[in-house]
């Protein structure tokens, strides 16, 4: 297994290309089994999730082909002969439950494994049951597979979310594409990469309305034709890299990045003293000599502060003046980071789903473990800010989210290596 080594090496400069939403592309991609016209797809990120929901496409007799180095998908679900999502696919992949809306449209049935829980939380799937089960969806659990089917078609409805779970309304969103009549999503997620998939919809023909607000408004049509459409930019990358010079001190920019996507993020660099500045081709951070200082933050869904930002901002935290409050709200178990940052010498006191964070003169570098994505990711910002080196291993996690991670890091002056295990 891979490993990374980071030495704390001083501040950064440069500049950094964000790629496209990973969370975007892994919604289009199940898009394609709504259709038997191509579906291809620019802008796409190189990782190893995206490979993964190839496979799982691939296993239900779509055909997808990697172009230009990986950064165009081209599909189509023309001859599907599958319809059944496989648990060694789903629970390697948790967004692999979003072939069960596309699915269940298009065929009539469909069967796709529960992905139990992960690193992060228990994650049921009770929302997209109980919304496919609103558009007439009978749905069934048998030996850990969800068993759905739609005999007569799926009919368009009101489904008032309880919780405005992102998973949930995308896929009950495409299902709906294709229902009869009107459907209705109340308390729908308002994140961009559901309004990614509901534009790129809309160019297959959908009649979606009202996606980006909590009250999204679907009028069923028979078909959907194909399309081509670039994938939205990584807005969890881009705080990610942001989060580069906050750290390390520096300025870096970082290309393709929007404020409107990390708005409420931002907010909170500039509150701990950090400058972010629109320059008409991305996002420039920049912090030079001055303290970070202590901000409290609270996750929360889209418009608010990204629960995928939450790891990385508590590594900045972790060496602001002051003591920060951050508060976890969606997902119950998303603080393993925690005692990994506190082997580099952090002070961090976590009590349920809150953590204080009080902020030490220097992190140190240390061999630590990464359990999930945005947790490996925090542990390398971490290490540019420490003294000495950091080893962080297990990263085959970091892989699924992050394209070329070293590569973009060293561009701006880093001192990171991947060390082949
Ligand atoms: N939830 C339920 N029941 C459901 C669905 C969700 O209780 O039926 C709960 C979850 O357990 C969780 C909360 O609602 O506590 C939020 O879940 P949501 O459905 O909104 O998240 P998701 O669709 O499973 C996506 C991203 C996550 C990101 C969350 C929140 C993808 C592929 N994944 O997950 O991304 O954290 O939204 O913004 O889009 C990551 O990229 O590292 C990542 C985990």
Redesign the pocket.
């Known amino acids: 297994m891979d490993s990374i080594l980071v030495t704390g090496n001083g501040p950064l400069s440069g500049q950094i290309p964000i790629a496209g939403a990973?969370?975007a592309c892994?919604?289009l991609m199940p898009a394609t089994l709504l259709s038997e016209e191509p579906l291809t797809l620019t802008n796409a990120p190189r990782l190893s999730d995206i490979r993964t929901m190839t496979a799982l496409l691939q296993s239900l007799g779509a055909e997808v082909t990697s172009l230009q180095n990986g950064q165009v998908l081209a599909m189509s679900s023309h001859d599907l002969n599958n319809h059944v999502a496989d648990y060694d696919i789903v629970r390697k992949m948790?967004?692999s439950n979003?072939v069960l809306g596309p699915m269940l449209a298009r065929l009539g049935h469909a069967v796709v494994s529960l992905p139990g829980g992960c690193a992060?939380?228990?994650?049921?799937?009770?929302?997209?049951?109980h919304g496919l089960e609103a558009l007439g969806a009978e749905i069934e659990l048998r030996d850990g597979y969800l068993h759905a089917k739609a005999p007569r078609g799926l009919k368009g409805a009101v489904v008032d979310f309880s919780?405005?779970?992102?998973?949930?309304t995308?896929n009950v969103m495409m299902a709906a594409t294709l229902a009869k009549g009107t459907t209705v999503l109340k308390n729908a997620?308002r994140?961009p990469?559901i309004v990614d998939l509901a534009t790129c919809l809309r160019k297959m023909g959908a009649r979606i309305e009202g996606d980006g607000t909590s009250v999204i408004t679907i009028e069923g049509v028979d078909r959907l034709n194909g399309a081509t459409h670039p994938v939205v930019t990584d807005r969890?990358e881009l705080g990610t890299y942001m989060l580069a010079p906050a750290i390390a001190g520096g300025e870096v920019e970082c290309l393709g990045g929007r404020l409107d996507l990390v708005a409420s993020f931002a907010a909170k660099l500039e509150q701990a003293g950090v400058t972010v500045t629109e320059t008409g081709q991305g996002l420039k951070v920049t912090r030079k000599g001055g303290p970070i200082r202590a901000v409290d933050v609270t996750t929360e869904?889209?418009p608010g502060f990204?629960?995928?930002l939450q790891a990385q901002m508590m590594a900045l935290l972790a060496t602001a003046e002051g003591t920060s409050v951050l508060e976890e709200r969606?997902?119950?178990n998303r603080f393993m980071h925690a005692p990994e940052l506190m082997r580099m010498g952090a002070r961090i006191d976590v009590q349920g789903g809150t953590a204080r964070v009080t902020g030490v003169e220097q992190l140190k570098g240390a061999p630590v473990m990464a359990t999930?994505?945005?947790a490996s990711v925090s542990l390398i910002l971490a290490g540019l800010a420490a003294e000495g080196e950091t080893v962080v291993s297990r990263v085959y996690h970091l892989d699924r989210?992050y394209e070329h991670v070293e590569t973009k890091l060293q561009a701006v002056g880093a001192k990171i290596e991947r060390i082949r295990g």
């Open positions: 990973k969370n892994l919604t948790r967004a979003l992060i939380g228990a994650r049921p799937m009770d929302l997209h049951i919780f405005a779970s992102v998973g949930a995308e997620a994140e990469e969890i869904p889209f990204p629960t995928d969606i997902f119950e999930d994505l945005r989210g």
